[in-house]
Each structure stands twice: as structure tokens, then as C-alpha cells.
């Protein structure tokens, strides 16, 4: 245990062979390769990156906090690990860094800089809206127009499940992940319990944190439109402020997705974009955004008020990978220890969705455990099984 605060260790980027080492020595040189690809950025650019990624695999964290916007809190974050290797770091804050630190290189906050602003990763989310796996999507969503509303918040509920499948970092350079999917195998399955929850009287908002852009988002729009045709008063649609993590979703996610919805020959594909326009305009559906969501903190790290916004609302769902080890505090824990002990300090009841694609797993059965890890033993980032887990 971690003498600190009796919690698990920490995931580090250290040990050879594991999963958080390859991000940084294997999917981040592809991930710069790309950038360096879908963009003509000029020589000093292309430089910076380059100079990040080598100092980010031999190199030692420099002690100034990158430019941008949450400088003092970047600032406090630095302090324990300035001048230390990066092979020392935490996985989860080492990538939140690393994601920080990209946006700096390409001159994201610069604002005498004409790259000021432009998505680094905006071609490769741009991709998905047009490509096949989104219309077979479209078409699984329209044969769901006649389903009884209750029975199609459960299948969207799903849909919003597997479509964290769609992680452009996750396909960074694995090509194949994801391609042609299927619904796997969910692991652990605690729809009933959120279904309980969302139907709950009472006026209090539902608050959706997104993880993807794309595919994901938009199964995530559809689920929130559910949501609100099956009773629920408001939901909050909470995104980063600036690009992370390759395909996390911004608020410009949002609206391009609306765009796209409408541009698609499927016509209950505009309907519902019609629909979550109107939601927002009424304010039935709001977009919010956080300091707190790019910053290498883990949720038992919670601002004050961001706190409080969770412990005011009906449910919190938390989407994607990112936000469950955000959650679990990404440490080494027994895959066995009970979902409701390591979530239990959240300030309210919370629903995670989440498609395996990291060493992190708790709260499976023992028995379960077992027989996953001799079957299919990549089940915990092969990114097949998933989780719906919640702690009321």
C-alpha cells in the first residue's frame, strides 16, 4: 500500500513490458508522426514536438510550468516532480503532462501565434464523421425509432458503453482496434442500477463528463436525447476546454457533431440534431467545461465547486477510460476490491462506462477474474470487455 494514504501504488510508466510503458515509447512517437503528417507546420514547430517526445522518453520534467491558461495550478502540480525522469512519473499525470505540453509545442495558446487555437488533432476526429462505421451507427440508432422509450434508453445506454471503443489515441498505432466492432463482453453490467437511479423523483440534473469525440460523442448525444424524452429535467454535457488525449471531446466536438448529423442522408440522424439544438437553447441541455478535466488530477483531487455540482445531481456519468482511472485514482488495485469502496469518497451517485483499455480493472468477481485473465488474458486493453459500475 501506499504509505501516504493507505491506498494502492500508483500505476507508473517504469516497468518494461507493461501497458503504460508503450503509450510513451510506443503509441507517442506514432501519435507526433501523425501531427507532423496531417499538418505543414513550419521547422520550429516540428522541432518542439520532436524535442518533446525524446525528452519525454530520456528526459528529465524542467521545473516551469507550460504556458496557457491554469498556470499557478500547473505550477503546484509540477513542484513534487520538476527536475525528476520521466520514467519516475505517474502514468495518469505523465500523459496529462505530455498532452499539456503538446499543445504548447504546437503554439495552442499562443496568441501572437497563427496557430493559436487550431485542434492539433482535429483531421483525425474530422474522419470518423464521415466514415462507414458512423453510418452503420446511424442506421443501428434509426432501427431504434419504434422501440419502446425505456427499453431504447437501455440500448443507447449500451451504445454509449461501446462507442468509448472509437479512441482515437487508443487506435494510434493499433489500426485495427476497433475496426468493424461488435458489442463485447461486459464484464460487469449494472444497468438496472442506473436506470434506478435516473427514474428517481426529483428535478436535480443529470451530469454526462464525456470522453471522445466522434463515434463516442455522438452515441453519448444520442443517449443524453433518451434521457431527456424518459423524464430527466436537465442534463449537463460536461467537455474539455482544449484538445487532450487525441480524441477527447471540446464544445467545437460538439457542434461539428451536430453539423455532421445533419449533413448525413438519415433522417432520424437530423431529427436528433434538431432536437439537441433545441435542448440547448432551452438550457434543458447545457454544455459545461472545467479547468479541472486537463489537469493530471485524479477525482478525489475535486475543486470545490466542481465537487459540489456532482454531490447537486441526480447522477454522475462518468465516460470512458480516462475518467475511470480518474476515478479509481489509476493505482494497482486487487481487481477484486468492490467498486463502492474505491469510488466511495465520490461526492454523489455515479455511474461509470467504461471499455477496458488499460491494466486498471476493480470490482470484478473473483471467479470471473479467473477465468478472463486464462481466456482472454489482453482482456483488460484489447479494448472487447467493458464495465457499467455504479456506486449509489
Same mark, same amino acid.
Not at 506514432?30 to 522518453?57: G, K, M, T
Not at 491558461?69 to 525528476?84: H, I, N, R, S, V
Not at 423524464?231 to 480524441?247: I, N, Q, R
Given at each position: 500500500?501506499?504509505?501516504?494514504?493507505?491506498?494502492?501504488?500508483?500505476?507508473?510508466?517504469?516497468?518494461?513490458?507493461?501497458?503504460?510503458?508503450?503509450?510513451?515509447?510506443?503509441?507517442?512517437?506514432?501519435?507526433?508522426?501523425?501531427?507532423?503528417?496531417?499538418?505543414?507546420?513550419?521547422?520550429?514547430?516540428?522541432?518542439?514536438?520532436?524535442?518533446?517526445?525524446?525528452?519525454?522518453?530520456?528526459?528529465?520534467v524542467p521545473a516551469e510550468p507550460p504556458p496557457g491558461?491554469?498556470?499557478?495550478?500547473?505550477?503546484?502540480?509540477?513542484?513534487?516532480?520538476?527536475?525528476?525522469p520521466w520514467n519516475d512519473l505517474p502514468f495518469l499525470?505523465?500523459?496529462?503532462?505530455?498532452?499539456?505540453?503538446?499543445?504548447?509545442?504546437?503554439?495552442?495558446?499562443?496568441?501572437?501565434?497563427?496557430?493559436?487555437?487550431?485542434?492539433?488533432?482535429?483531421?483525425?476526429?474530422?474522419?470518423?464523421?464521415?466514415?462507414?462505421?458512423?453510418?452503420?451507427?446511424?442506421?443501428?440508432?434509426?432501427?431504434?425509432?419504434?422501440?419502446?422509450?425505456?427499453?431504447?434508453?437501455?440500448?443507447?445506454?449500451?451504445?454509449?458503453?461501446?462507442?468509448?471503443?472509437?479512441?482515437?489515441?487508443?487506435?494510434?498505432?493499433?489500426?485495427?482496434?476497433?475496426?468493424?466492432?461488435?458489442?463485447?463482453?461486459?464484464?460487469?453490467?449494472?444497468?438496472?442500477?442506473?436506470?434506478?437511479?435516473?427514474?428517481?423523483?426529483?428535478?436535480?440534473?443529470?451530469?454526462?463528463?464525456?470522453?471522445?469525440?466522434?463515434?463516442?460523442?455522438?452515441?453519448?448525444?444520442?443517449?443524453?436525447?433518451?434521457?431527456?424524452?424518459?423524464?430527466?429535467?436537465?442534463?449537463?454535457?460536461?467537455?474539455?476546454?482544449?484538445?487532450?488525449?487525441?480524441?477527447?471531446?471540446?464544445?467545437?466536438?460538439?457542434?461539428?457533431?451536430?453539423?455532421?448529423?445533419?449533413?448525413?442522408?438519415?433522417?432520424?440522424?437530423?431529427?436528433?440534431?434538431?432536437?439537441?439544438?433545441?435542448?440547448?437553447?432551452?438550457?434543458?441541455?447545457?454544455?459545461?467545461?472545467?479547468?479541472?478535466?486537463?489537469?493530471?488530477?485524479?477525482? *478525489?483531487?475535486?475543486?470545490? =465547486? #466542481? @465537487?459540489?455540482?456532482?454531490?447537486? &445531481?441526480? !447522477?454522475?456519468? /462518468?465516460?470512458? %477510460?480516462?475518467?475511470?482511472?480518474?476515478?479509481?485514482?489509476?493505482?494497482?488495485?486487487?481487481?477484486?476490491?468492490?467498486?463502492?469502496?474505491?469510488?466511495?469518497?465520490?461526492?454523489?451517485?455515479?455511474?461509470?462506462? *467504461?471499455?477496458?483499455?488499460? =491494466? #486498471? @480493472?476493480?470490482?470484478?468477481?473473483? &471467479?470471473? !477474474?479467473?477465468? /478472463?485473465?486464462? %481466456?482472454?488474458?489482453?482482456?483488460?486493453?484489447?479494448?472487447?470487455?467493458?464495465?457499467?459500475?455504479?456506486?449509489?
Open positions: 500500500m501506499d504509505d501516504a494514504n493507505g491506498l494502492p501504488p500508483r500505476i507508473g510508466i517504469d516497468r518494461p513490458g507493461s501497458f503504460s510503458r508503450s503509450v510513451f515509447h510506443e503509441r507517442h512517437p506514432v501519435l507526433i508522426a501523425n501531427l507532423l503528417e496531417d499538418f505543414p507546420y513550419p521547422p520550429r514547430i516540428r522541432a518542439e514536438l520532436e524535442e518533446l517526445l525524446a525528452e519525454s522518453l530520456d528526459g528529465t491558461p491554469d498556470t499557478a495550478a500547473w505550477a503546484a502540480q509540477l513542484a513534487p516532480y520538476a527536475g525528476k499525470w505523465a500523459e496529462a503532462y505530455f498532452y499539456r505540453r503538446l499543445l504548447d509545442a504546437v503554439q495552442y495558446f499562443d496568441l501572437s501565434s497563427p496557430w493559436r487555437g487550431v485542434d492539433p488533432f482535429a483531421p483525425q476526429k474530422g474522419r470518423q464523421h464521415d466514415g462507414p462505421e458512423m453510418l452503420r451507427d446511424l442506421d443501428a440508432y434509426a432501427a431504434l425509432a419504434e422501440t419502446d422509450p425505456a427499453e431504447r434508453r437501455r440500448s443507447l445506454l449500451h451504445a454509449a458503453l461501446w462507442g468509448n471503443q472509437a479512441d482515437l489515441g487508443f487506435r494510434t498505432n493499433n489500426l485495427q482496434a476497433g475496426q468493424g466492432e461488435s458489442a463485447g463482453d461486459v464484464v460487469v453490467d449494472d444497468s438496472d442500477a442506473v436506470a434506478e437511479l435516473l427514474d428517481a423523483p426529483g428535478h436535480a440534473p443529470v451530469i454526462v463528463v464525456a470522453d471522445n469525440a466522434g463515434r463516442e460523442i455522438t452515441a453519448d448525444l444520442a443517449l443524453i436525447d433518451s434521457l431527456l424524452e424518459t423524464g430527466t429535467t436537465a442534463v449537463e454535457l460536461h467537455l474539455k476546454a482544449d484538445p487532450f488525449f487525441v480524441s477527447d471531446a471540446t464544445g467545437q466536438d460538439v457542434l461539428a457533431t451536430l453539423d455532421a448529423l445533419d449533413s448525413i442522408p438519415n433522417e432520424p440522424a437530423g431529427t436528433l440534431a434538431t432536437r439537441l439544438r433545441e435542448a440547448i437553447g432551452t438550457g434543458r441541455l447545457e454544455l459545461r467545461t472545467h479547468g479541472f478535466y486537463t489537469l493530471p488530477s485524479t477525482y *478525489r483531487e475535486l475543486p470545490a =465547486d #466542481l @465537487a459540489t455540482e456532482f454531490a447537486a &445531481a441526480k !447522477l454522475v456519468i /462518468l465516460k470512458g %477510460d480516462l475518467n475511470y482511472r480518474r476515478l479509481t485514482g489509476d493505482r494497482e488495485w486487487d481487481p477484486a476490491t468492490p467498486f463502492d469502496t474505491v469510488a466511495s469518497y465520490f461526492p454523489g451517485p455515479v455511474a461509470a462506462l *467504461r471499455t477496458a483499455k488499460s =491494466d #486498471l @480493472a476493480v470490482g470484478i468477481d473473483p &471467479a470471473r !477474474l479467473a477465468e /478472463l485473465d486464462q %481466456d482472454t488474458p489482453d482482456w483488460r486493453t484489447s479494448g472487447t470487455h467493458a464495465m457499467i459500475q455504479v456506486r449509489r
